[in-house]
């Protein structure tokens, strides 16, 4: 291959033009991502010499500085890559689906700088934040010399490639940095950022090191340093590794954001590892988009400090994929491949322990810092809530960590089933639920007008998750749950609005008759009301029938639910009800009847927040009725 000048992609185009001209202020963070590529090569490479025994190597990082070129060199001799594999990861922004990458990027500003790196896995290119050329020659794993590629690039709008020969296999990247950040050819300026983020990578990182030796005179030596610590912080007795430490060590793992939960411990007995997990503060954003990408999730995995893989997913289930995290098992083989990792009982072990912890992490923080969970749930509530329907054996413990809104608290609190039940007034026997969009249109349903009356609270359920949740619990500390717009409501002591309903169903039989007839196609049953005390009706589903809600996610999912009929309510003390009887028994032939019952109808598929069918005919009816209204006024 001769020199070859390729165009970047356009959203690597925008990227660096972004970095080229940043003034996001921590700078020194394209060290650590340069850093810790080299020691993903590394973690590859070693992987593969489990299986390989051709693949042999010191394995290391070395730092060099160039002072005269004013540049700042980092060598690995970890997997490398091949032609093709430089075009498509240095080239393009593959893996993060490059819409959503474009689209957080647009919408970014400064400050989200460093989540974009993190998120869309662009580290490589924050170099162009203090470099004005970069230069990265690589050799993969198993290629002859000659076969390594030598990339380099102004950060503008394109990049050259060419054939090259190299001895090692491994990359090598060269930082040619801007004459503004010539700070970062100090010896002292590399070795403190070392220290502060990368400390805990697994592998020596080597540099040259001046030093003036006292033997001789003080003359001035260079010799080979290693800078980090190398220990792996979760081999680490808890008491030792500082927050500070732990923090770093968080980003490296999440890229972004802070942990609220740190936990850190050596798990004996059945199975022994060591594991060190966090809970993440806020969602990245990313976290709730449908590319299949986002919903990655696993912890990484290491066997006896081997690394095996960053994505494992028989440690932990999809539902706590926002925990961050890693797993040291000395039960596992070394030689373990991906594929067997799939079939292995103990990483099944492993997880039940890691998911008890997590849920009991998640409990204390409940019981004892309730504010900081409420935040918490608001990012991760409905992640969490997938395992309410996926994970039986937990979904007790699952069911304790879940908070709602309710009618009778603030907007901005949440309540559990256990505070709800603590509430509960003793003549009141079930929990009451609502589903739909939102507090708002919640608040104002005519479904909740007698439980208020009553002082009873209602959950507010609003996440679309919530009907899925609600079909897996049916009950708190043997109290049902009940959706108050379904089936018969049983409020407790009612025999008054019972003995007034069945007066009512007698009185307004031939009402009921017509109702029903003309509203056949839409209604199953036309009934008086337990629930109402102003509103002149509503409508319910039967109590195994989906709500409305849930219509209403499937029709926005375009997936037909079969069509069930619902009940038609009145309100047995509303006016209407005696002024639509008069109507009939004075002429039952009268076509304006048959408008009322459409319009009532619509009316209570209105309060829901449902959408009707025919709104120009209601609109009509509604201006025909302010006509007759305003003529009788005068
Ligand atoms: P990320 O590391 O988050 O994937 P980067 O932009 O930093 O994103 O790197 C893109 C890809 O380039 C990496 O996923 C890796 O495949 C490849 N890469 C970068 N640096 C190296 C290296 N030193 N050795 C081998 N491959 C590398």
Redesign the pocket.
Known sequence: MSKNVKQFKTEVQHLLDLMIHSLYSNKDIFLR??I???A??ID?ARFEALTNKDINADWKVRIEIDKENNAIK?I?N????TDE?VVD??GTIA?SGTKAFMKAMEESSEADLPELI?Q??????SSFMVADKVE?V?RKVGETADKAVKWTSNGKESYELENVNKSEH??T?TIFLNKEFSVYTEEYKIKTIIKKYSDYIEYPIEMPITKLDEEDEGKEIVADEIINSQKAIWLRNPSDVTEEEYRNFFEHLA?FGEPLRTMHYVAEGKTEFKALLYLPKTAPMQFYAPDPDARKHGLHLYVKRVFITDECKELIPEYLRFVKGVVDSSDLPLNVSREILQENALLGKIQSNVVRKILSELKKTKNNSFDEYYEFFKEFGKTLKEGIATDNANREKLQELLIFESMNTDATKMISFADYVQAMPESQKEIYYITGESRNMLENSPHLEQLKSKGYDVLFMTDPIDEWVVQHIHNYADKKLQAVGKGEIDLGDTAEVEEQNKEATEKHKTLLEYLQKTLDVKVKEVRFSKRLTDSACCLVADQYDPSAQMERIFKAMNQDLPESKRILELNANHPLVDALQGLYDANNENPVLGEYAEMIYDQAVLTEGGIINDPLKFTQRVSNLMVLGAKNKK
């Open positions: 991502e340069i810790a590529n080299a993903d090569a590859k980092v690995d970890g997997i490398g890559m594999e990861n240095i893996k993190g869309f896995g662009v580290g490589f290119y990265l690589t491994g990359t990247v890229h």
